[in-house]
C-alpha cells in the first residue's frame, strides 16, 4: 500500500512539472528564507509571492474572482494568472509564457521574472543551485557624444517627467509618457537617439505648446516643411507616425545607411548632403559642410549674434540649444 502512495505522489509531481529542492537565493549577496521552499516548476524557480514582491518593495494582492496575482509596482499594475500562462500589464495582454502557481494554497511567482521586471540581474548556478539577484552596474554614459545616431540615454520617464514640469498639458494627442516611448521605439528601429529627437521636438514646438505655423493637429513635431511665410509644414495622420517621419528625416541628415523600414518621410533625399550632420552642430544650415542643406536656417538666432561663429562661442546654434535641453533632462530627473 505504501508502495503504491509513493508511486502516485511520484506521478503527481512528473504530471505537474513541480520539483522541490535546496534553492539559495541570494539578493545583493544577501541569502534570503522564505517560509515555503523554493520551487522548480517546469524549468522555472518559484517562491512565494508575498514575500518576493514585497522584499522588492512591490505590493501583492490575490484576486479570488481571477484566480490570479496581482502586482503594483510605482505606475505598473500587472496581473499573472495561475489557471493558465497569462500576465497582464496595465489591463493589456503582456505575456503567455510566465503565469503565477498555486502550491499548498500559497500563491508563488517567477523569481527570473521578478528580479527582471525591477530592472535587475538575474543568474542561476546550477552546481550549488544558488539564485543570484544583483542591482544593475550603473553605466557609464557619455552624455557629451553629440552623434545623433546611436542608442538612446534618457528613458521615457525622465522624458516625459522633464515635459510635464514645464508643460503639464502639452498639445499631444497621446500622454507624454507614451509620446516619450514612442521616440525611443522608433529611434532605436532605425538607429538614431531618440532622446535627441524628443529633445529636439520640445525645442522646435516650445514644450509642445506650438504657436507658430505648425498646428497640434499636424502631429508634426519639428517644423518640417514648414519654411516660414505661414507655411504649415506636412500633416501626419498620427503621433507615430509624425514621430517616425522625424526619426527618417534625421537619419537622412546623420547617415548615409538604408532605412530598416517603410519611409513615411516626405523630405527625404538623397544626394551629397546624405550623412552631412552625423553629430547635432551639422543641423544648423550655416555649419553643415553641403551649401543650402541643414534641419534649420540659418541654425542659429541671427537676430541676436553677428555670426554662426559668435552664436557657437555662446551655445547658442540649433545642435547646441538641443543639447542643452538633453542635459537638463538628465540632469533634473537623475536616472535612479
Known amino acids: 500500500m505504501k508502495k503504491i502512495i509513493a508511486l502516485i505522489v511520484i506521478l503527481l509531481f512528473i504530471n505537474t512539472g513541480i520539483a522541490q529542492a535546496d534553492y539559495a537565493v541570494l539578493i545583493n549577496g544577501e541569502l534570503i528564507e522564505f517560509s515555503s521552499p523554493v520551487s522548480n516548476i517546469n524549468g522555472r524557480t518559484y517562491a512565494p509571492a508575498r514575500e518576493l514582491a514585497e522584499y522588492f518593495g512591490a505590493q501583492v494582492n490575490w484576486h479570488g474572482d481571477l484566480a490570479a496575482v496581482g502586482i503594483t509596482i510605482e505606475r505598473d499594475e500587472w496581473l499573472l494568472f495561475s489557471r493558465e500562462t497569462l500576465a497582464y500589464r496595465n489591463g493589456r495582454r503582456y505575456s503567455e509564457e510566465i503565469k503565477a502557481e498555486i502550491i499548498d494554497g500559497r500563491a508563488m511567482l517567477p523569481i527570473r521574472f521578478m528580479g527582471e521586471l525591477l530592472d535587475k540581474e538575474v543568474s542561476y548556478e546550477a552546481s550549488t543551485r544558488t539564485i543570484q539577484i544583483n542591482d544593475k552596474k550603473v553605466k557609464e554614459f557619455d552624455l557629451y557624444n553629440l552623434n545623433i545616431m546611436g542608442e538612446s540615454i534618457a528613458t521615457a520617464e525622465q522624458m516625459a517627467a522633464f515635459l510635464l514640469k514645464y508643460e503639464p498639458n502639452p498639445k499631444i494627442g497621446v500622454s ?88 513615411v518621410n516626405p523630405r527625404w533625399f538623397n544626394g551629397p548632403a546624405r550623412g552631412s550632420a552625423p553629430t547635432l552642430i551639422q543641423l544648423a544650415n550655416a555649419l553643415n559642410p553641403v551649401d543650402g542643406f541643414g534641419w534649420a536656417s540659418p541654425g542659429y538666432p541671427a537676430w541676436k549674434y553677428n555670426n554662426v561663429e559668435e552664436a557657437y562661442r555662446a551655445g547658442e546654434t540649433y545642435g547646441q540649444q538641443i543639447h542643452k535641453i538633453f542635459i537638463r533632462i538628465m540632469e533634473e530627473f537623475p536616472q535612479k
Do not use: W
Open 176 to 263: 507624454a509618457l507614451e509620446l516619450a516611448q514612442i521616440f525611443l521605439e522608433e529611434g532605436a528601429a532605425e538607429g538614431v537617439r531618440g532622446d535627441y529627437a524628443f529633445a529636439q521636438s520640445i525645442h522646435e514646438t516650445g514644450y509642445f505648446r506650438y504657436g507658430g505655423d505648425v498646428k497640434p493637429e499636424q502631429n508634426n513635431f519639428a517644423g518640417m516643411g514648414a519654411i516660414g511665410g505661414g507655411a504649415p509644414g506636412n500633416i501626419f495622420p498620427d503621433v507615430r507616425t509624425g514621430v517616425r517621419a522625424q526619426i527618417k528625416h534625421l537619419k537622412c541628415y546623420a547617415s548615409t545607411e538604408p532605412l530598416n523600414n517603410e519611409n
